[in-house]
T-cell receptor, first 113, second 115 residues
Framework: DVKVTQSSRYLVKRTGEKVFLECVQD?????MFWYRQDPGLGLRLIYF???????EKGDIPEGYSVSREKKERFSLILESASTNQTSMYLC????????????FGEGSRLTVL | AQSVSQHNHHVILSEAASLELGCNYS??????LFWYVQYPGQHLQLLLK??????LVKGIKGFEAEFIKSKFSFNLRKPSVQWSDTAEYFC?????????????FGAGTRLAVHP
């Protein structure tokens, strides 16, 4: 089974802090994604990566950055957390050309005070 | 820009009732369509998908969906729901033929099934 692991299930941070969310997948997938999930808004794509050191902005990249130094690891960075970034963050991965079959992690719930 | 609309945000049913969840998308070209499900406390997982061919797609756990191109719709159905179907359901679309698998999701529908 594909496993996508998000290192932190719950985080509480203060406004202005730098936040790192880590995601690791074990199936050699080329594509990796960060979404945020908010009630009534569904999942919105923040960033995705289709190869090591490659990244593309999604629909809501403002206030976020990402890093992909190794194929299996994709990190989401909040340089200066704000209260409107309180959310559930979902990491996903897929094979290139797998036509939409994403494998998701269990999510990281971030609260910014 | 691509978008996905799910018309029902909350649905409450009794066991054995029939289910239909609406999904409409906006994209004029080739699309791949998906339904994902998130059971309480679990990660999102694929329920079913449409790429091409037969517009009636069957997925896991007795779910099916019908692609109606003229209506830009991909509604999810199940003839008889069970308590274990209580979950949040997300419709998603991938437009175009690139291999990046960038999916656009709808807002989700929370389904509660009462015994």
């Amino acid at each position: 089974d594909v496993k996508v692991t998000q290192s932190s299930r719950y985080l509480v941070k203060r406004t202005g802090e730098k936040v790192f969310l880590e995601c690791v997948q074990d199936m050699d997938h080329e594509n990796m994604f960060w979404y945020r999930q908010d009630p009534g808004l569904g999942l919105r794509l923040i960033y995705f990566s289709y190869d090591v050191k490659m990244k593309e902005k999604g629909d809501i990249p403002e206030g976020y950055s990402v890093s992909r130094e190794k194929k299996e690891r994709f990190s989401l960075i909040l340089e200066s957390a704000s209260t409107n970034q309180t959310s559930m963050y979902l990491c996903a991965s897929s094979l290139r050309g797998a036509a939409g079959e994403l494998f998701f992690g269990e999510g990281s719930r971030l609260t910014v005070l | 820009a691509q978008s996905v609309s799910q018309h029902n945000h909350h649905v409450i049913l009794s066991e054995a009732a029939s289910l239909e969840l609406g999904c409409n998308y906006s994209y004029g070209g080739t699309v791949n369509l998906f339904w994902y499900v998130q059971y309480p406390g679990q990660h999102l997982q694929l329920l079913l998908k449409y790429f091409s061919g037969d517009p009636l797609v069957k997925g896991i756990k007795g779910f099916e969906a019908e692609f109606i191109k003229s209506k830009f719709s991909f509604n999810l159905r199940k003839p008889s729901v069970q308590w274990s179907d209580t979950a949040e359901y997300f419709c998603a679309v991938k437009g175009g033929l690139d291999g990046y698998n960038k999916l656009i999701f709808g807002a989700g529908t929370r389904l509660a099934v009462h015994p």
